[in-house]
Every structure is written in C-alpha cells, then in structure tokens.
C-alpha cells in the first residue's frame, strides 16, 4: 500500500511543502521513521526529531515555523493529532479488509451469512448459526449452534462463541476470548463433593461492543449475561454468570466481576479491581484500580477506592498518602517515648 503526499493532502485536507510525489507506505513515530515512512509532530518537544528523521513525510500544523531545515516532505493540516488519527484508522481499515471462503473451514449447511462476509482458514461455523453482512470470522474461530451474529461483526483469531449466544452490530472480539462458557455454577453435597448446575442460559453482547484479548463472558444458568451497547472491556477480565454490564462502561484488564453483579452505565473500572457477586454499582462510578467491592453503590457519579472500598475515593487516597509516612512516624513514636521515659525519670 503506497500513497503519494499529493494523495493524502487530499484526504487530509492539507497543503503539500516539498515533494508531493513522495511515497509512503506506512506510520511511525518520528523519532524511528525511516525512508518510506510518514509521521508526525503535534507536541512541540518532539520538534527536535523533525530535523533529523528519515521519514519521507511529516505532517504538521499550518501554523508550525520550522528553525531549521527539513528534509522530509510537510503536510499541512489544521490539527497533526486529529489527521494522524484519520490515517491511522484508514490504514487499519486497509490492513483488515478480508474477504472471501478460505479453505478448509466448515460452515454447516444450516447456517447463513450475510453479504461480503469473510470466513478464515480453520474456522467452523456451526449448524443453525446466522451472521450479518460484512462479518469477518478469521482463522480458528469457533462459532456454535444457534449462534446469532448482526451485521459487521469482527471475530479475531481463536474466538470462541458458545451455542445460543447474540452478538450485536459493530461488535469487536480480540484473540482468545471466550463467550459464553459456563457459569460456575456448582451445589455443594452432604459428602463434600459438588454437583455441577447445567448453565443452559446465553451471553448477549450488543451494538459496539469490544471484547479483549483472554477475555471470559460466562454464560447465565438461566436467562443471559448481558454486556450492553457500547461497552469496552479489557483484556483478560473474568465476567461470571449473569453479570449486567452496563451502556459505554469501559473497565480496565485484569479485573473480576462475580456472578449476577449489576454494573451500571458509563462506569470506568480500573484494572484489578474485584467484586463479589449479587451487588450492584451505580452508574457513573469510578473505581480505583485494585480495589475491592463487596458491597453495593448506590450513590451515582461518585468515584471510589480501597480494599475493601471506601466511602470516598479522596479519603481512600490520604490514607494511602499517610501509610507511606508511617516509618517516619514511627521513628518519631520512639523517640517521644525516649522523652517520656526522660521525663518520668526526673519527677520519680
């Protein structure tokens, strides 16, 4: 994929300083762009890199006044940050349009796919499944019976879907993760052992949703674990049976969420953070990374913190302030208790 500077001042609205025949054909940063490459300055400390690198192109603001001379080809444009980020999406645009069968992979004579879909090498697609347009099932992905797909669906290598799962429209699922497997759902006996609770529920994902890399979204025992429109997830979070995830809640790697929880809308989780099971969280919270909920939130918009959590994020931040003075605290302790002792002495 190569582009003339020429090409992306048109598409980026921008004026062409130098070479408009120059080719890239590929994004860096500028302080490692080498020939061939396109990047560029927005913050002024990196001004430093632009008479030096070997990129053949930079993009800049209107308003930038090189002091030294340059050697690759400028693009103007109203804002470097906004353009380079319009670039950046084309190109992954680009990088990712597949189409077409590969072979061998399997799609049951029951199933159906929309329009313009792409189905990888090694992918099963299985009986009674149905996708939308513009689905793009890469290698190795595993979709079961019944499941049901909208229409521009991304499925990373090595997903995996479990049967009578729903996946929305413009939904991303990144390498590894795990829909719908099943919930930990196990009775205790009177000999110790467990008797496993059939999880016989599904895991809805709606519209815009994105899935992580190692991510597991557990499917309910009854009804569905739901992850609603517009939520971002991390890599490698555990979503236990029955969870609710509230609309554009974005929560942060690493962190667990216990079965039946209720997370409202707009949340923002850090990572690590824990919570048992059958609470709720209020929307609009914001949790500290690490923390540990184990109670619900009721008060929206409020942001929270601590293990277990505290009533206030700013009270949990003091005393994780004072814990780190408490060794010269304790150095002061002693030597009052010196004093003390001192003083004991004269008045005996």
């Not at 913050?43 to 430093?48: A, R």
């Not at 940050?81 to 004579?109: C, D, M, W």
């Not at 609009?284 to 994020?313: D, H, L, R, V």
Request: proline share 3%; net charge negative.
């Amino acid at each position: 994929m190569q582009f003339t500077a020429h090409e992306i001042s048109l598409l980026l609205n921008g004026t062409v300083e130098g070479d408009p025949q120059v080719t890239v054909s590929r994004l860096a940063k500028i302080e490692e762009a080498t020939a061939g490459s396109i990047s560029f300055l927005a913050n002024p400390k990196y001004e430093q890199y632009l008479y030096s690198t070997d990129a053949s192109a930079v993009l800049v603001n209107n308003d930038f006044v090189a002091t030294e001379p340059v050697k690759a080809t400028l693009i103007r444009v109203d804002n470097a940050y906004s353009a380079i980020t319009v670039l950046l999406e084309r190109y992954n645009t680009i990088k990712l349009n597949k189409s077409g069968i590969e072979q061998p992979s399997f799609i049951h004579p029951t199933a159906k796919l929309g329009d313009d879909c792409y189905v990888g090498a090694f992918a099963y697609i299985g009986p009674g499944a149905r996708l939308g347009k513009k689905c793009k099932i890469y290698p190795n992905v595993y979709i079961a019976d019944n499941v049901v797909l909208g229409d521009n669906v991304t499925l990373f290598p090595g997903v995996v879907v479990y049967f009578d799962c729903v996946i929305g429209n413009n939904v991303i699922v990144h390498s590894g993760a795990i829909i719908g497997s099943d919930g930990f759902g196990f009775a205790p006996n009177p000999d110790g052992t467990y008797s496993k609770i059939a999880q016989i529920g599904n895991v809805v994902l709606e519209d815009d949703v994105e899935i992580g890399s190692n991510t597991t979204i557990d499917r309910a025992t009854m009804g569905s674990t739901i992850i609603h429109k517009g939520a971002k997830l991390d890599n490698l979070l555990q979503i236990a049976h029955n969870v609710e995830i509230g609309a554009n809640t974005v929560i942060a790697a690493q962190t667990g969420i216990s079965g039946s929880t209720k997370v409202g809308d707009n949340c923002v989780i850090g990572g690590q953070v824990g919570m048992v099971g059958h609470i709720s969280v209020a929307k609009g919270s914001q949790i500290m990374a690490k923390s540990g909920i184990n109670k619900n939130i009721t008060e929206e918009n409020k942001k929270w913190g601590g293990i277990p959590f505290f009533s206030a994020y700013m009270e949990n931040m003091r005393i994780e302030a004072a814990v780190s003075h408490l060794p010269a605290l304790e150095k002061k302790v002693l030597e009052l208790e010196k004093v003390i002792a001192e003083l004991r002495k004269d008045v005996q």
